[in-house]
Protein backbone atom coordinates (compact mmCIF):
# COMPACT_ATOMS: atom_id res chain seq x y z
CA UNK A 1 0.00 0.00 0.00
CA UNK A 2 2.90 2.47 0.55
CA UNK A 3 5.78 1.91 -1.72
CA UNK A 4 8.80 1.29 -0.01
CA UNK A 5 12.51 3.34 -0.72
CA UNK A 6 15.69 1.85 0.38
CA UNK A 7 18.01 4.39 1.36
CA UNK A 8 20.29 2.01 3.32
CA UNK A 9 23.98 1.63 2.44
CA UNK A 10 24.04 5.19 0.59
CA UNK A 11 25.69 8.72 1.67
CA UNK A 12 23.12 11.44 0.34
CA UNK A 13 23.32 14.97 0.28
CA UNK A 14 20.47 17.02 1.66
CA UNK A 15 19.16 17.64 -2.29
CA UNK A 16 19.42 13.75 -2.92
CA UNK A 17 17.87 12.94 0.32
CA UNK A 18 14.98 15.50 -0.61
CA UNK A 19 14.32 13.97 -4.41
CA UNK A 20 14.23 10.51 -2.77
CA UNK A 21 10.45 11.22 -1.77
CA UNK A 22 9.49 13.49 -4.27
CA UNK A 23 6.05 15.83 -3.03
CA UNK A 24 3.22 16.21 -5.55
CA UNK A 25 4.90 18.82 -7.59
CA UNK A 26 2.64 18.63 -10.58
CA UNK A 27 -0.54 19.26 -8.94
CA UNK A 28 1.09 22.27 -7.42
CA UNK A 29 2.51 23.43 -10.44
CA UNK A 30 -0.98 23.10 -12.16
CA UNK A 31 -2.96 24.92 -9.27
CA UNK A 32 -0.61 27.44 -9.37
CA UNK A 33 -1.39 28.51 -12.78
CA UNK A 34 -5.34 27.65 -12.04
CA UNK A 35 -5.15 30.01 -8.61
CA UNK A 36 -3.56 32.90 -10.33
CA UNK A 37 -6.54 33.06 -13.24
CA UNK A 38 -8.80 32.52 -10.01
CA UNK A 39 -7.54 35.35 -8.55
CA UNK A 40 -7.06 37.62 -11.44
CA UNK A 41 -10.85 36.97 -12.21
CA UNK A 42 -12.47 38.31 -8.84
CA UNK A 43 -10.20 41.39 -8.74
CA UNK A 44 -11.56 42.41 -12.25
CA UNK A 45 -15.39 41.72 -11.71
CA UNK A 46 -15.99 41.09 -7.80
CA UNK A 47 -18.78 39.81 -7.04
CA UNK A 48 -20.20 38.41 -10.06
CA UNK A 49 -16.33 36.65 -10.22
CA UNK A 50 -17.11 34.91 -6.73
CA UNK A 51 -20.65 34.16 -7.66
CA UNK A 52 -19.58 32.25 -11.05
CA UNK A 53 -16.83 30.44 -8.83
CA UNK A 54 -19.22 29.56 -6.40
CA UNK A 55 -22.00 27.78 -9.17
CA UNK A 56 -18.81 25.98 -10.51
CA UNK A 57 -17.22 24.77 -8.04
CA UNK A 58 -19.74 24.96 -5.15
CA UNK A 59 -22.49 24.12 -7.38
CA UNK A 60 -24.23 26.95 -5.44
CA UNK A 61 -26.11 29.75 -6.68
CA UNK A 62 -27.59 32.78 -5.71
CA UNK A 63 -26.50 32.55 -2.15
CA UNK A 64 -25.92 35.39 0.36
CA UNK A 65 -22.14 35.80 0.10
CA UNK A 66 -21.97 38.36 3.17
CA UNK A 67 -23.81 36.17 5.50
CA UNK A 68 -26.55 37.80 7.93
CA UNK A 69 -26.46 38.22 11.49
CA UNK A 70 -29.08 35.82 11.76
CA UNK A 71 -27.82 33.53 10.13
CA UNK A 72 -24.95 33.30 12.62
CA UNK A 73 -27.01 33.72 15.89
CA UNK A 74 -29.21 30.56 14.51
CA UNK A 75 -26.26 28.75 14.19
CA UNK A 76 -24.55 29.27 17.75
CA UNK A 77 -28.35 28.31 19.05
CA UNK A 78 -28.46 25.28 17.29
CA UNK A 79 -24.62 24.29 18.14
CA UNK A 80 -24.45 20.59 19.70
CA UNK A 81 -23.75 21.49 23.59
CA UNK A 82 -20.80 18.84 23.13
CA UNK A 83 -18.93 20.43 20.28
CA UNK A 84 -19.61 23.56 21.60
CA UNK A 85 -18.08 22.47 24.92
CA UNK A 86 -14.89 20.92 22.66
CA UNK A 87 -14.52 24.48 21.43
CA UNK A 88 -14.51 25.97 24.44
CA UNK A 89 -11.55 24.00 25.92
CA UNK A 90 -10.14 24.54 22.23
CA UNK A 91 -10.39 28.31 22.43
CA UNK A 92 -9.23 28.68 25.90
CA UNK A 93 -5.95 26.50 25.43
CA UNK A 94 -5.10 28.32 22.33
CA UNK A 95 -5.86 31.59 23.67
CA UNK A 96 -3.37 30.54 26.41
CA UNK A 97 -0.47 29.07 24.10
CA UNK A 98 -0.79 32.24 21.67
CA UNK A 99 -0.79 34.79 24.78
CA UNK A 100 2.98 33.37 25.12
CA UNK A 101 3.88 34.36 21.21
CA UNK A 102 3.36 38.21 22.47
CA UNK A 103 7.00 39.96 23.09
CA UNK A 104 6.66 42.61 25.39
CA UNK A 105 8.17 46.17 24.15
CA UNK A 106 12.17 46.04 24.60
CA UNK A 107 13.75 49.33 25.76
CA UNK A 108 17.36 49.70 24.69
CA UNK A 109 19.68 52.59 26.21
CA UNK A 110 22.48 53.11 23.67
CA UNK A 111 23.64 55.82 26.36
CA UNK A 112 22.42 58.92 28.02
CA UNK A 113 19.35 60.40 25.81
CA UNK A 114 19.83 57.55 23.40
CA UNK A 115 17.19 55.13 23.43
CA UNK A 116 15.40 52.27 20.68
CA UNK A 117 12.88 50.57 21.55
CA UNK A 118 11.30 47.47 19.80
CA UNK A 119 7.63 47.00 19.75
CA UNK A 120 5.26 44.52 18.34
CA UNK A 121 2.25 46.66 16.33
CA UNK A 122 -1.05 44.74 14.92
CA UNK A 123 -2.10 44.67 11.55
CA UNK A 124 -5.55 46.44 10.93
CA UNK A 125 -7.41 44.33 9.37
CA UNK A 126 -7.11 40.17 8.25
CA UNK A 127 -8.89 37.77 6.04
CA UNK A 128 -9.09 34.26 7.24
CA UNK A 129 -9.38 31.41 5.36
CA UNK A 130 -11.91 28.16 6.55
CA UNK A 131 -11.57 25.20 4.55
CA UNK A 132 -15.04 23.37 3.78
CA UNK A 133 -14.58 21.19 0.99
CA UNK A 134 -13.68 17.59 1.81
CA UNK A 135 -14.37 18.48 5.45
CA UNK A 136 -15.74 20.41 8.35
CA UNK A 137 -13.33 22.78 10.07
CA UNK A 138 -14.60 24.62 13.10
CA UNK A 139 -10.80 24.01 14.39
CA UNK A 140 -9.44 26.16 11.83
CA UNK A 141 -11.81 29.20 13.03
CA UNK A 142 -10.60 28.84 15.80
CA UNK A 143 -6.88 28.37 15.43
CA UNK A 144 -7.04 31.25 12.88
CA UNK A 145 -9.29 33.88 14.91
CA UNK A 146 -7.55 33.33 18.39
CA UNK A 147 -4.42 34.44 17.23
CA UNK A 148 -4.78 37.09 15.66
CA UNK A 149 -7.49 38.50 18.83
CA UNK A 150 -4.58 37.83 21.07
CA UNK A 151 -2.38 39.57 18.61
CA UNK A 152 -4.69 42.90 18.94
CA UNK A 153 -5.94 43.31 15.86
CA UNK A 154 -9.05 45.05 15.52
CA UNK A 155 -10.66 43.75 12.17
CA UNK A 156 -11.18 39.78 11.27
CA UNK A 157 -13.40 38.90 8.81
CA UNK A 158 -13.26 35.18 7.79
CA UNK A 159 -14.73 33.35 4.75
CA UNK A 160 -15.55 29.90 3.92
CA UNK A 161 -17.07 28.06 1.01
CA UNK A 162 -20.66 28.17 0.62
CA UNK A 163 -22.39 24.54 0.93
CA UNK A 164 -25.14 22.96 -1.43
CA UNK A 165 -26.29 20.65 1.48
CA UNK A 166 -27.00 23.73 3.22
CA UNK A 167 -29.07 25.85 0.67
CA UNK A 168 -25.59 27.72 -0.20
CA UNK A 169 -24.65 28.66 3.96
CA UNK A 170 -21.48 28.30 5.28
CA UNK A 171 -21.69 25.26 6.96
CA UNK A 172 -23.53 26.11 10.43
CA UNK A 173 -20.62 24.48 12.90
CA UNK A 174 -18.36 27.18 11.05
CA UNK A 175 -20.87 29.55 11.93
CA UNK A 176 -20.91 28.86 15.39
CA UNK A 177 -17.51 28.88 15.85
CA UNK A 178 -17.20 32.36 14.57
CA UNK A 179 -20.17 33.59 16.33
CA UNK A 180 -18.55 32.10 19.39
CA UNK A 181 -15.19 34.21 18.23
CA UNK A 182 -17.59 37.53 18.47
CA UNK A 183 -16.44 36.85 14.67
CA UNK A 184 -19.16 38.36 12.80
CA UNK A 185 -18.17 39.44 9.30
CA UNK A 186 -18.26 36.47 7.59
CA UNK A 187 -18.45 35.27 3.94
CA UNK A 188 -19.87 32.14 1.51
CA UNK A 189 -16.53 32.10 -0.63
CA UNK A 190 -14.28 29.73 -1.11
CA UNK A 191 -10.88 28.51 -2.48
CA UNK A 192 -8.83 30.91 -4.66
CA UNK A 193 -11.40 33.11 -5.38
CA UNK A 194 -12.23 33.69 -1.82
CA UNK A 195 -7.97 34.97 -1.13
CA UNK A 196 -8.12 36.94 -4.29
CA UNK A 197 -11.49 38.69 -2.83
CA UNK A 198 -9.61 39.41 1.16
CA UNK A 199 -6.42 40.87 -1.32
CA UNK A 200 -8.28 43.09 -3.67
CA UNK A 201 -11.89 44.03 -2.05
CA UNK A 202 -15.39 43.21 -3.26
CA UNK A 203 -17.18 47.00 -2.97
CA UNK A 204 -20.60 45.29 -3.93
CA UNK A 205 -20.56 43.15 -0.92
CA UNK A 206 -19.16 45.54 1.61
CA UNK A 207 -15.46 43.64 1.67
CA UNK A 208 -13.00 45.96 2.13
CA UNK A 209 -9.35 44.91 1.15
CA UNK A 210 -7.49 43.03 4.13
CA UNK A 211 -3.62 43.74 5.55
CA UNK A 212 -2.97 39.55 5.60
CA UNK A 213 -4.53 36.79 4.83
CA UNK A 214 -4.37 33.31 6.93
CA UNK A 215 -5.51 29.65 6.53
CA UNK A 216 -5.02 26.12 5.66
CA UNK A 217 -6.54 24.49 2.37
CA UNK A 218 -5.94 23.07 -0.95
CA UNK A 219 -2.90 23.28 -3.06
CA UNK A 220 -5.52 26.30 -4.93
CA UNK A 221 -5.47 28.33 -1.43
CA UNK A 222 -1.79 27.93 -1.01
CA UNK A 223 -1.52 28.97 -4.68
CA UNK A 224 -4.06 31.62 -4.14
CA UNK A 225 -1.37 33.12 -1.49
CA UNK A 226 1.84 33.12 -3.66
CA UNK A 227 -0.77 34.99 -6.18
CA UNK A 228 -1.72 37.93 -4.17
CA UNK A 229 1.74 37.93 -1.90
CA UNK A 230 3.32 41.66 -2.19
CA UNK A 231 -0.42 43.03 -2.32
CA UNK A 232 -1.09 41.40 1.47
CA UNK A 233 0.86 40.03 3.83
CA UNK A 234 0.37 35.75 4.00
CA UNK A 235 0.94 33.19 6.27
CA UNK A 236 2.96 30.61 4.97
CA UNK A 237 1.17 28.50 2.25
CA UNK A 238 -0.54 25.48 4.30
CA UNK A 239 -1.50 23.28 1.59
CA UNK A 240 -2.18 19.35 1.03
CA UNK A 241 -1.52 18.04 4.65
CA UNK A 242 1.96 15.86 5.15
CA UNK A 243 3.01 13.77 7.95
CA UNK A 244 6.61 12.44 8.47
CA UNK A 245 6.71 9.65 11.04
CA UNK A 246 10.74 8.68 12.70
CA UNK A 247 10.49 5.56 14.24
CA UNK A 248 12.31 2.81 15.80
CA UNK A 249 12.02 -0.90 16.92
CA UNK A 250 10.38 0.75 20.64
CA UNK A 251 7.03 1.89 17.97
CA UNK A 252 4.33 0.90 18.49
CA UNK A 253 2.85 -0.66 14.30
CA UNK A 254 -0.40 -0.30 15.39
CA UNK A 255 -0.24 3.52 16.77
CA UNK A 256 2.66 4.90 13.58
CA UNK A 257 -0.50 3.39 10.86
CA UNK A 258 -3.16 4.86 12.62
CA UNK A 259 -1.29 8.45 12.44
CA UNK A 260 -0.37 8.01 8.90
CA UNK A 261 -4.16 7.06 8.00
CA UNK A 262 -5.31 10.68 9.82
CA UNK A 263 -4.08 12.67 7.99
CA UNK A 264 -4.24 10.84 4.83
CA UNK A 265 -7.62 10.79 5.39
CA UNK A 266 -7.83 14.67 4.75
CA UNK A 267 -7.07 14.38 0.84
CA UNK A 268 -6.04 12.22 -1.95
CA UNK A 269 -2.80 14.61 -2.46
CA UNK A 270 -1.81 14.31 1.40
CA UNK A 271 2.14 12.92 2.18
CA UNK A 272 2.24 9.98 4.37
CA UNK A 273 5.54 9.21 5.02
CA UNK A 274 7.25 6.63 7.60
CA UNK A 275 11.21 7.00 7.95
CA UNK A 276 13.05 3.85 10.31
CA UNK A 277 15.86 1.86 10.63
CA UNK A 278 13.64 -1.07 11.29
CA UNK A 279 12.89 -2.64 8.63
CA UNK A 280 10.51 -5.10 10.97
CA UNK A 281 8.56 -2.09 12.46
CA UNK A 282 7.95 -1.00 8.47
CA UNK A 283 6.55 -4.61 7.81
CA UNK A 284 4.13 -4.34 10.91
CA UNK A 285 3.23 -1.06 9.42
CA UNK A 286 2.43 -2.51 6.06
CA UNK A 287 0.52 -5.59 7.57
CA UNK A 288 -1.42 -3.05 9.87
CA UNK A 289 -2.55 -0.66 7.05
CA UNK A 290 -4.94 -2.44 5.07
CA UNK A 291 -7.13 -3.52 7.57
CA UNK A 292 -7.32 0.23 8.97
CA UNK A 293 -7.63 1.73 5.59
CA UNK A 294 -10.77 -0.63 4.81
CA UNK A 295 -12.51 0.27 8.03
CA UNK A 296 -12.24 3.92 8.16
CA UNK A 297 -14.72 6.29 6.52
CA UNK A 298 -12.75 7.90 3.88
CA UNK A 299 -10.98 4.43 2.48
CA UNK A 300 -10.80 5.82 -1.52
CA UNK A 301 -9.38 8.99 -0.14
CA UNK A 302 -6.83 7.35 2.02
CA UNK A 303 -5.62 4.94 -0.41
CA UNK A 304 -5.07 7.21 -3.47
CA UNK A 305 -2.83 9.31 -0.72
CA UNK A 306 -1.09 5.86 -0.40
CA UNK A 307 -0.63 4.98 -3.96
CA UNK A 308 0.76 8.63 -4.13
CA UNK A 309 4.52 9.59 -5.44
CA UNK A 310 4.50 12.03 -1.98
CA UNK A 311 3.72 8.87 0.29
CA UNK A 312 6.10 6.12 1.24
CA UNK A 313 8.24 4.09 3.58
CA UNK A 314 11.51 5.08 3.52
CA UNK A 315 14.57 2.75 5.32
CA UNK A 316 17.73 4.11 6.52
CA UNK A 317 20.43 2.49 8.17
CA UNK A 318 20.12 4.85 11.81
CA UNK A 319 18.71 7.73 13.43
CA UNK A 320 21.48 9.63 12.30
CA UNK A 321 20.30 9.48 8.70
CA UNK A 322 16.49 9.23 9.35
CA UNK A 323 16.85 12.32 11.36
CA UNK A 324 19.14 14.00 7.76
CA UNK A 325 16.16 12.68 5.93
CA UNK A 326 13.54 14.47 8.03
CA UNK A 327 15.66 17.73 8.23
CA UNK A 328 15.80 17.65 4.27
CA UNK A 329 12.23 16.74 3.93
CA UNK A 330 10.93 19.76 6.69
CA UNK A 331 7.39 17.77 6.92
CA UNK A 332 4.05 19.69 8.20
CA UNK A 333 3.72 17.33 11.01
CA UNK A 334 7.11 15.22 12.21
CA UNK A 335 5.87 12.91 14.81
CA UNK A 336 8.94 11.06 16.79
CA UNK A 337 8.17 7.45 17.78
CA UNK A 338 11.69 6.89 19.17
CA UNK A 339 13.43 5.52 22.62
CA UNK A 340 15.48 8.90 22.70
CA UNK A 341 13.29 11.14 20.37
CA UNK A 342 15.79 14.67 20.71
CA UNK A 343 13.52 16.70 19.72
CA UNK A 344 16.38 19.53 19.35
CA UNK A 345 18.33 17.49 16.44
CA UNK A 346 14.99 17.71 14.14
CA UNK A 347 15.05 21.27 13.52
CA UNK A 348 12.84 21.73 10.38
CA UNK A 349 9.34 20.73 11.24
CA UNK A 350 6.16 22.77 10.93
CA UNK A 351 5.52 20.86 14.38
CA UNK A 352 7.14 17.92 16.69
CA UNK A 353 5.08 15.83 18.13
CA UNK A 354 7.31 13.68 20.88
CA UNK A 355 6.09 10.46 22.06
CA UNK A 356 3.18 7.83 21.33
CA UNK A 357 0.97 9.63 23.17
CA UNK A 358 1.25 13.01 21.28
CA UNK A 359 -0.08 12.52 17.88
CA UNK A 360 -1.09 14.76 15.04
CA UNK A 361 -4.47 14.17 16.04
CA UNK A 362 -3.71 15.78 19.43
CA UNK A 363 -2.20 19.47 17.44
CA UNK A 364 -5.15 19.12 15.50
CA UNK A 365 -7.48 20.21 18.21
CA UNK A 366 -6.82 20.36 21.77
CA UNK A 367 -2.64 20.69 21.91
CA UNK A 368 -3.05 24.22 21.86
CA UNK A 369 -0.47 24.51 19.42
CA UNK A 370 -1.65 25.92 16.16
CA UNK A 371 -2.77 23.74 13.47
CA UNK A 372 -1.99 26.01 10.49
CA UNK A 373 1.28 25.10 9.35
CA UNK A 374 3.89 25.20 6.53
CA UNK A 375 3.78 22.24 3.46
CA UNK A 376 5.75 21.53 0.93
CA UNK A 377 9.25 21.97 2.34
CA UNK A 378 8.65 25.55 3.66
CA UNK A 379 8.82 24.02 7.11
CA UNK A 380 13.06 25.30 6.24
CA UNK A 381 12.20 28.47 6.55
CA UNK A 382 8.62 29.92 7.52
CA UNK A 383 6.82 29.59 10.71
CA UNK A 384 3.29 28.19 11.64
CA UNK A 385 0.58 30.07 12.17
CA UNK A 386 0.29 32.22 15.37
CA UNK A 387 0.02 36.02 16.94
CA UNK A 388 3.34 36.88 15.32
CA UNK A 389 1.50 36.24 12.28
CA UNK A 390 -0.36 39.73 12.82
CA UNK A 391 2.36 41.80 14.36
CA UNK A 392 5.14 43.88 13.06
CA UNK A 393 8.22 44.56 15.06
CA UNK A 394 8.44 48.39 15.05
CA UNK A 395 11.70 50.58 16.22
CA UNK A 396 11.03 54.02 18.10
CA UNK A 397 14.09 56.26 18.35
CA UNK A 398 15.06 58.73 20.59
CA UNK A 399 17.90 61.05 20.92
CA UNK A 400 18.52 64.12 22.46
CA UNK A 401 20.54 66.81 20.68
CA UNK A 402 23.99 65.50 23.46
CA UNK A 403 23.15 61.90 22.32
CA UNK A 404 22.69 63.10 18.38
CA UNK A 405 26.36 64.97 18.99
CA UNK A 406 28.44 62.07 20.14
CA UNK A 407 27.55 59.96 16.58
CA UNK A 408 27.56 63.47 14.44
CA UNK A 409 30.29 62.99 12.62
CA UNK A 410 30.49 59.30 12.55
CA UNK A 411 27.34 59.85 10.44
CA UNK A 412 28.94 62.22 8.33
CA UNK A 413 31.64 60.31 7.68
CA UNK A 414 29.56 57.19 6.40
CA UNK A 415 27.34 59.64 4.32
CA UNK A 416 30.50 61.06 2.76
CA UNK A 417 31.75 57.80 1.78
CA UNK A 418 28.31 56.52 0.62
CA UNK A 419 28.09 60.06 -1.45
CA UNK A 420 24.85 61.21 -0.07
CA UNK A 421 26.16 64.01 1.73
CA UNK A 422 22.88 65.33 2.14
CA UNK A 423 22.74 63.03 4.97
CA UNK A 424 25.53 64.42 7.10
CA UNK A 425 23.81 67.97 6.76
CA UNK A 426 20.62 66.72 7.88
CA UNK A 427 22.27 65.94 11.14
CA UNK A 428 25.38 69.27 11.09
CA UNK A 429 22.28 71.52 10.34
CA UNK A 430 20.92 70.56 14.13
CA UNK A 431 23.99 72.34 15.81
CA UNK A 432 23.98 75.53 13.61
CA UNK A 433 23.95 78.59 15.50
Known amino acids: MLRTIDLRGRVLSPAELLAAVPRADAARDEALATAARLVADVAHR ?23 MAHLDEALRDLDPQIRAALDEAIARVRTASAAQVPAPVVTELGDGARVTQRWQPVRRVGLYVPGGKAV ?75 VVTGPGNNFVASAKRAVAGRV ?72 AFHGPQSAV ?33 VNAGAVFVGPYTPVSLGDYLAGS ?23 PQQVIEYDRAALSLVRDAIVTLADAEALPAHGEAVTARFDD
Open 46 to 68: GEEALREQAARFDRVSDHAIRVP
Open 137 to 211: YPSSVVMNAVPAQVAGVREVALASPPQAEFGGRVHPVILAAARLLGVTEVYAMGGAGAIGAFAHGVAEIGLDPVD
Open 233 to 304: GTDSEAGATEILVVADETAIPALVAADLVSQAEHDEQASAVLVTDSPELAEAVRAALPARVASTRHTERVTA
Open 314 to 346: VLVDDIAQATAFSNAYAPEHLELHLADPRPEDF
Open 370 to 392: NHVLPTGGQARYSAGLSAATFLR
